[in-house]
């Protein structure tokens, strides 16, 4: 039993000592949210106590390795962790998407003692306080000599070039603000989404084609699994190369295997040429 006891506990040992002398690697990564405001997002390593902030583009790097676990906390959005697995490691970028955070309004509550509608039942519930002031007589016109006017008084509150139905309402403006309640939103979302992908497009560009690449495929994928020579490699990159608009949603995690297909048919269309020559 002792003897067994020994065993367990060497091999946790082992299994500790193990997994601290994984080194962590640089990891990058980008927040991917319907926002504008994506600086200063905090991005916390929770297995090593180390943390890192996001630039103005939302992109953050920071050390990790596999298993870790990441933080990401902003005041605007809402808290996620992120255990991070060996596959995110061979992304160029790691994306990450926040939810922006909803404020709710307070519950609006309808009691029996809120205004019917009706005038005269309305009235009749007002209290009036009062010996301090006097019985007015409604139907009682008074002239004050400090107080003549000529003409239908004007209503400077609400001018009437407001209301060109004559009432206290303009429900032109009325309309078209509950139309923008539900256009405004749209709207937003489809232009962040403009500015995040211009964004994209501005970070690939800082890297030619081949670099692009060889941060995808190792060396061996060119020679083993395309069948290009070593020294053909520079030329069959300039025979498959895309402009950056056209390379931008190949490079995405989730179209990697569109990359590979067109990459195996210019190898195809590349050797077919040489052997013409």
Request: glycine content about 4%.
């Amino acid at each position: 039993m002792k003897s067994l006891f020994l065993v367990i506990l060497s091999l946790f040992l082992g299994n500790q000592l193990f997994s601290q002398g994984i080194e962590r690697k640089v990891l990058r990564g980008i927040i991917v949210v319907d926002s504008f405001d994506v600086e200063n997002i905090s991005v916390h390593n929770i297995s090593s106590n180390v943390g890192a902030k996001t630039d103005i583009d939302g992109k953050f790097s920071i050390r990790a390795r596999a298993t870790d676990t990441l933080f990401f906390e902003g005041s605007s959005f809402v808290s996620q962790k992120y255990i991070l697995t060996q596959k995110d490691f061979w992304k160029e970028e790691l994306e990450i998407r926040l939810h922006v955070k909803i404020t709710e309004l307070d519950e609006l509550i309808i009691t029996p003692y809120t205004l019917s509608g009706n005038l005269t039942e309305d009235t009749k519930r007002i209290q009036v306080y009062g010996d301090g002031f006097a019985a007015v007589d409604a139907k009682k016109v008074m002239h004050y000599e400090d107080d003549v006017r000529s003409g239908a008084p004007v209503n400077t509150a609400m001018p009437t070039i407001l209301a060109p139905n004559g009432s206290n309402f303009n429900f032109l403006a009325i309309g078209a603000g509950l139309v923008s309640l539900f256009i405004k939103p749209s709207l937003s979302k489809s232009h962040s989404k403009r500015v995040f992908e211009e964004r994209r497009i501005k970070a690939l560009q800082s890297k030619s084609y081949s670099d692009h690449l060889f941060e995808r495929f190792s060396h061996n994928f060119f020679v083993e699994t395309l069948k290009i020579k070593n020294e053909d490699i520079p030329m069959f990159m300039s025979f498959s190369e895309l402009n950056v608009y056209e390379l931008s949603p190949l490079l995405k995690p989730e179209n990697e295997l569109k990359l590979i297909e067109y990459l195996i048919q210019k190898a195809a269309e590349f050797k077919k040429q040489n052997q013409k020559e």
